[in-house]
T-cell receptor, first 113, second 113 residues
Framework: EAQVTQNPRYLITVTGKKLTVTCSQN?????MSWYRQDPGLGLRQIYY???????DKGDVPEGYKVSRKEKRNFPLILESPSPNQTSLYFC????????????FGAGSRLTVL | DQQVKQNSPSLSVQEGRISILNCDYT??????FLWYKKYPAEGPTFLIS?????DKNEDGRFTVFLNKSAKHLSLHIVPSQPGDSAVYFC????????????FGPGTSLSVIP
């Protein structure tokens, strides 16, 4: 089944403790992206990647890092999480951006205490 | 400033009636528009799209209308069904390779049986 898989789905952590949210897609998509969803703000893009070893900042990149060493994986790294990073995170992919549709993962709900 | 706006955070409609969800955008460079539907605890899924060369696109019970001069699009659901109860995100992009998709804040639709 074609899908985007995120882990963990739920995580409670404390300020400053590094964490990684993994994202993997099995559709050989070139484009991958991370979004966060906050009430009243919709989905805001954190980082995106056009292909292996090619990444760029989205609208809200502060406090996050990403890497794209393989085509299928696009992990989101929070080096020193803070409470304002408490949010619902979505990974998405598409064959390429433009007219193509994004396929989203099921989401990862992160709480930073 | 939000480039894609959905001014109604929520909407309630009786089963069998028409649901109309509205979306406004500010960037005249946007030329491709999408609607995504999101159920609780799931990622958004693609519903319907429209290119700026069209003013209407229909898929079963779902129709999207685009008014470029007003920078406005709307999603019509006829007839509405309880299973349509979800959050609907409007999204816009520029149809060049690797440009990003901008999402609106979403409208929560409740279809009352």
């Amino acid at each position: 089944e074609a899908q985007v898989t995120q882990n963990p789905r739920y995580l409670i952590t404390v300020t400053g403790k590094k964490l990684t949210v993994t994202c993997s897609q099995n559709m050989n998509h070139e484009y991958m992206s991370w979004y966060r969803q906050d009430p009243g703000l919709g989905l805001r893009q954190i980082y995106y990647s056009m292909n292996v070893e090619v990444t760029d900042k989205g609208d809200v990149p502060e406090g996050y890092k990403v890497s794209r060493k393989e085509k299928r994986n696009f992990p989101l790294i929070l080096e020193s999480p803070s409470p304002n990073q408490t949010s619902l995170y979505f990974c998405a992919s598409s064959l390429r951006l433009g007219a193509n549709v994004l396929t989203f993962g099921a989401g990862s709900r992160l709480t930073v205490l | 400033d939000q480039q894609v706006k959905q001014n109604s955070p929520s909407l309630s409609v009786q089963e069998g009636r028409i649901s109309i969800l509205n979306c406004d955008y500010t960037n005249s460079m946007f030329d491709y528009f999408l609607w995504y539907k999101k159920y609780p605890a799931e990622g958004p899924t693609f519903l319907i799209s429209i290119s700026s060369i069209k003013d209407k696109n229909e898929d079963g019970r779902f129709t999207v209308f685009l008014n470029k001069s007003a920078k406005h699009l709307s999603l019509h659901i006829v007839p509405s069904q309880p299973g349509d109860s979800a959050v609907y995100f409007c999204a816009a992009s520029v149809k060049t390779s690797y440009d990003k998709v901008i999402f609106g804040p979403g409208t929560s639709l409740s279809v009352i049986p």
